[in-house]
């Protein structure tokens, strides 16, 4: 590792995208996915990125892979800036950073068994010996017999292929792992073997997480830091043990109010939410959360509030809380 | 009153029965009977059940998109279900339907009446369904994972407009959901339902501070809870293996091959309903207090 620089530095990432040119005359203002988000992970940590549908998380996350290619912003892994590398430096370089997807079933080839699935990435990086064995080890890993190999993904549960999907990410080693809503599409029960199985394995292969959730209970239970996200921006960021006992934004507190409590009888006083997730290509005035927020100033549509410090590693982006 | 289990253990297919919606042949009602204000709903004909159907029973779906009409605005498909049911001239009808687009907290319901599905975000699509099923004042509403496909903000924001509205008309509800979480916050009674049946039922609290039967057991510590006393690496508690597909279904107990204290006796007998004090039921061969 180069000194000064994280293990993995996110800077003021963007990405835009613009609508495909149909009419002339139409409508041609870019969708802000990811409008400047900046932050760091380091070794062997776990960052849960949260926020509701269409804040911009997934687009975070592949951008900062190099899946999609940043509008501005810079992402330096390991202290190289992914942006600056070749193709062969940047591919040499994905063998250290994987990602597991939301949806098993459409994400692994449903032609292909899933030995030869597993195999690919050694393919790929030009491994050739003693692959077949490394496979099962993998599938064994992740919790799967060495049959499993011969089997193709409609024979698999989704709970089954989730783990394959994991197997895929861990074959080459990676320091980094993005997960984009591993469990989300799993019933209850899979969910937790899931969340224990990925637990095990980050603390066996010292993997550093970036854990994308729309659930706060999960993400309490997986990640050592949160960054909260509202159209394109990072909110608020903050260790797990601060954000829920001292939320700073009130988009934070809604969300933590908002999962259905199993405490029965132990109703809290919730912040109310009203409204939908403004469009991306026309964000509010002022404080993109306004137009929802229940404790919304005079202030809060004209000026944009930047992260600011409030405790030691809990940044906000609120007025009220600068008081 | 809710019903709770995973994809696959026959709660969407018990929900349909009831309506008699499941396209018969295949599916086929073998036994049974669904007792409604004092009738069978099975023994009665076509004609019928169409005028129990969303007059007396109305259903909502967990995908607003898919079990809205995409083609017609969301006027023409409220007015369409006032219709059937009630004689209305038209004047009347597009008052009531803003009414009722009022009543489910959708902002300026005129405008609303004039838009198609896709103009709307997955939250005021569910608030549409509601406000259609609620069209003919039900006195049962189903609802069939209804906030599944929603971010949980809008979730909250559904279950709230649920609660009140069965407060406000004083109908019954039946909800359909895998979320023990949403249970809590809305239903008295819970059936938790495994492999196509119902293997423990009591009052919401009751259920859930000391369950009788291993799965509901599981269940409810699968899930993690906010503000749990956490520990740094602690394991979440699994219920191993999944659900089996229903033409494996195992012998005796249907739970038995993921359950940490099945017998001898799990696998080939199966536990029969048994009642206990507060109108609580479970099926399992074991003493409560044992798991």
């Known amino acids: ?323 | 009153m809710a019903l709770v289990g995973e994809s696959g253990c026959g709660k969407t297919v018990s929900a349909l029965s009831i309506l008699r919606l499941l396209p018969e042949p295949p599916a086929k009602i073998t036994s049974g009977e669904i007792i409604f204000a004092g009738r069978d709903l099975l023994s009665l004909n076509a004609k019928q059940m169409r005028e129990i159907r969303g007059k007396k029973i109305a259903m909502i779906f967990q995908d607003p998109m898919t079990s809205l009409n995409p083609v017609l605005t969301v006027g023409e498909q409220l007015i369409e279900t006032l219709l059937r049911h009630k004689s209305l001239n038209k004047k009347e009808v597009l008052k009531i339907s803003a009414q009722l687009l009022g009543k489910v907290e959708l902002p300026s319901p005129e405008d609303k009446l004039k838009q198609y599905p896709h103009q709307l975000s997955g939250g005021m699509r569910q608030r549409v369904m509601i406000a259609m099923a609620l069209a003919c004042e039900p006195k049962i509403l189903i609802a069939d994972e209804p906030t599944t496909a929603l971010d949980v903000l809008i979730q909250a924001q559904i279950l709230e407009l649920l609660e009140n509205l069965k407060k406000e008309t004083g109908m019954s509800m039946l909800l359909i959901t895998h979320d023990l979480g949403v249970v809590t916050e809305i239903a008295e009674r819970v059936m938790v339902m495994y492999a196509g049946e119902g293997v423990e039922t009591g009052a919401t609290k009751d259920l859930l501070d000391s369950p009788h039967h291993p799965y509901t057991k599981g269940l409810i510590s699968s899930r993690p809870h906010l503000g749990s006393t956490r520990e740094k690496g602690q394991r979440l508690t699994e219920i191993s293996g999944s659900v089996p597909t229903p033409h494996q279904r195992p012998t005796g107990c249907a739970f038995h091959p993921r359950c940490d204290w099945s017998t001898e006796q799990c696998k080939t007998k199966k536990p029969l309903l048994q009642n206990t004090n507060q109108n609580r039921q479970f099926s399992c061969h074991l003493q409560p207090e044992s798991i």
């Open chain 1, 1 to 323: 590792m180069t000194d000064n620089h994280s293990f993995l530095e996110v800077k003021d990432l963007k990405k835009y995208f613009l609508p495909r040119k149909t009419i002339p005359g139409s409508n041609t203002t870019p969708v802000r996915a990811v409008d400047g988000i900046s932050f760091t992970l380091k070794e062997g940590e776990t960052l849960g990125l949260v926020g509701e549908s269409g804040c911009g998380k997934s687009t975070a996350a592949r951008t900062l892979l190099r899946l999609e290619s940043p509008t501005s912003g810079s992402v330096h892994f390991k202290g190289k800036n992914l942006a600056s590398l070749s193709e062969i430096e940047l591919r040499n370089l994905r063998k250290e950073m994987q990602m597991i997807f939301q949806d098993p079933f459409s994400s692994i080839n449903p032609r292909r068994k899933i030995g030869d699935v597993l195999r690919e990435p050694f393919a790929i990086h030009g491994f050739k010996e003693n692959v077949s064995e490394v496979v099962i080890g993998l599938l064994e890993q992740v919790g799967l017999s060495s049959d499993y190999v011969n089997r193709y993904s409609h024979e698999m549960s989704g709970g089954q292929l989730q783990r394959v999907g994991i197997a895929r990410a861990i074959a080459l080693n990676p320091t980094l792992v993005v997960a984009d809503e591993p469990v989300s599409a799993l019933d209850v029960s899979i969910q937790a073997q899931i969340i224990n199985l990925m637990m095990d394995l980050r603390e066996k292969l010292e993997i550093a997480f970036l854990f994308i959730s729309h659930d706060m209970s999960i993400v309490e239970y997986f990640c050592d830091r949160v960054a909260v996200m509202y159209l394109g921006k990072i909110v608020e960021i903050a260790s797990i043990e601060e954000i829920y006992k001292r939320p700073g934004h009130p988009y934070t507190e809604a969300l933590i109010n908002a999962v259905p409590g199993m405490e029965s009888g132990q109703k809290k006083q919730k912040l109310k939410v009203r409204g939908d997730i403004p469009d991306p290509s026309n964000p509010p005035q002022g404080c993109s959360f306004h137009t929802r927020c229940p404790l919304k100033e005079k202030q809060c549509e004209e000026m944009e509030p930047t992260l600011k410090e409030i405790a030691p590693d809990h940044y906000v982006a609120c007025f009220l809380k600068e008081k």
